[in-house]
């Protein structure tokens, strides 16, 4: 009777645990591990490439064990390890047991889409192709915002937004007319700060002019276009999706632009001069990488300049400074013109220091006094 009662203890004392993934790829780019320190549990994403990822855990069991937060839908960036919770012990001394699964999806979840943003038609400015197939055609668009252009192998595709890349595939040279070629598609993800993904389909072998993890501005060359996966010829096939969690994906509607900043109406068939190429310094990227920009209010964080309202359409507000029209420069740096101040030249690495053109001075910011005046040696209060 004692040697029975010895089992059960041991038992209770190990744990019982099932871990089950249902990933987005073939590939363990990323994984779920555990560390148990004695006192709990924790659990860590494990990131093999430098993307972004959305991962959602459940628990169908937890005995003698308590999460340390309500949140099971979690965002992870970067390559390497990542805490996202700890299962704490109820009792250290008892046994327990726990049964959970994830899932996980390359790009971040989120429901904020920015539906002002103005995409450019991804070809040069200088060439025109026909829309071969629109939203909705009834080819193989069925119920999805998406869109094709038909365009020449080889043809240079430029970033319709800008945006980090996410993943991606240039290794296949096969094409054909039926829907199991579908995943031998060659593609560039491009993941957006407000969650939605752009994809860039059917490019040629090699195509891929990125790396995943690469920033890529608005007008960079992404890929060179292509005839490959569930295709009927060259063409570059354009979707954007808004990831609500890493299984609850819906294409989205996207609106275009022409290289003069006209709304355009795509209709099949018709053809169009693209606007991928055309570089509007007053847009000010460095201002806005890696940032994040919340859809619903406009406002975007992280900025080496500071907190901004920015609804996309050149003059952004400062806190500080007040309404700013940026123009940036080459070299990342920054011109900023504001009714009251004129136009003032910065850079990240200058910052918060500002050359003031008109008096030909530079002053220092501090948003709590205003600018010290370097030539005066006093501080003037800040009127923007």
């Known amino acids: 009777m004692s040697d029975r009662l010895n089992i059960i203890r041991l038992f209770l004392i190990f744990p019982i645990f099932w871990a ?12 779920i591990i555990t560390n148990d320190t004695g006192t709990r549990i924790e659990l860590i994403a494990r990131t093999t490439v430098n993307s972004e990822f959305s991962v959602e855990i459940t628990f169908t069991t937890l005995q003698n064990l308590t999460p340390s ?16 919770l700890y299962l704490n012990y109820i009792d250290p001394t008892g046994g327990f047991s726990y049964n959970w699964k994830y899932v996980w999806n390359f790009g971040f979840s989120g429901e904020n889409h920015n539906d002002d943003y103005i995409y450019r038609l991804p070809y040069s ?10 939203y909705f055609g009834s080819f193989s668009h069925e119920g999805t915002y998406a869109i094709d252009w038909t365009l ?5 595709i430029y970033a319709a937004r800008e945006g980090r890349v996410l993943h991606l595939k240039e290794d296949s040279n096969v094409a054909g007319l039926t829907e199991e070629y579908t995943a031998l598609a060659n593609f560039v993800l491009i993941g957006h700060e407000d969650g939605s993904q752009a994809n860039y389909a059917h490019l040629k072998q090699n195509g891929a002019m990125v790396e995943v993890g690469d920033w890529v ?16 010829g060259p063409h570059l096939h354009f979707i954007v999706k808004q990831q609500k969690s890493p299984t609850n994906s819906t294409s989205i509607p996207t609106q275009f632009s022409d290289k ?11 053809q169009y001069f693209g606007s991928g190429d055309f570089q509007d310094p007053s847009l000010a990227p460095a201002l806005r990488i890696g940032t994040q920009r919340d859809g ?20 952004i507000f400062h806190l500080g400074l007040g ?35 008109t008096d030909q001075v530079w002053r220092y910011y501090l948003s709590e006094k205003g600018f010290y005046d370097e030539n005066q040696k006093e501080w003037i209060e800040l009127t923007p």
């Not at 400015?125 to 629109?134: A, H, L, T």
């Not at 003069?260 to 018709?270: A, F, K, R, T, Y």
């Not at 619903?296 to 900025?303: V, Y």
């Not at 309404?323 to 850079?347: A, F, G, H």
């Open 217 to 232: 501005s608005l007008g960079q060359v992404v890929g060179l276009s292509g005839n490959t996966g569930f295709s009927t």
């Open 296 to 315: 619903k209010t406009k406002w975007r964080t992280g900025s080496w300049l500071g907190t901004l309202y920015d609804p996309a359409k050149s003059w």
């Open 69 to 84: 937060t309500s949140q099971t839908l979690f965002n992870v960036k970067g390559k390497g390890d990542t805490s996202l």
């Open 125 to 134: 400015s200088g060439s025109s192709f026909s829309v071969g197939q629109g």
């Open 152 to 156: 020449p192998t080889g043809t240079p």
């Open 20 to 31: 089950f993934s249902l990933a987005h790829g073939a590939d363990d780019e990323l994984t």
């Open 323 to 357: 309404w700013v029209y940026p123009v940036e420069l080459s070299d990342q740096s920054v011109w900023l013109y504001n009714d009251n101040l004129k136009w003032i030249w910065t850079k990240e690495s200058a910052y918060p220091w500002l050359y003031f053109h």
């Open 260 to 270: 003069d900043g006209n709304i355009l109406s795509l209709v099949e068939d018709d």
